[in-house]
């Protein structure tokens, strides 16, 4: 599981696909939440504006497995 850093409260869905590479741009985030399955901790998830907090693990289909962690 890899995990990606954040230094604020929080990150969005779109901002943490783009954070990741999984997408090149924010713009390309609505495109990709609708043709990939992801899973935020177990549950279905497809809004790129959903709040992701430290701890929140992330799988997507596919590509893998992730968990946001906050830096100290």
Excluded: C
């Amino acid at each position: 599981m890899e995990q990606v850093k954040i230094s604020t409260e929080y990150i969005t869905l779109g901002q943490f696909l783009k954070e990741t590479g999984v997408i090149d741009t924010g713009g390309m985030a609505k495109w990709f939440l609708s043709e990939h399955e992801i899973q935020l901790n177990g549950e279905p998830e497809q809004r790129r504006g959903k709040k992701l907090y430290d701890g929140d693990e992330i799988v997507i289909k596919g590509i893998g497995q992730f968990v946001v962690s906050a830096s100290s």
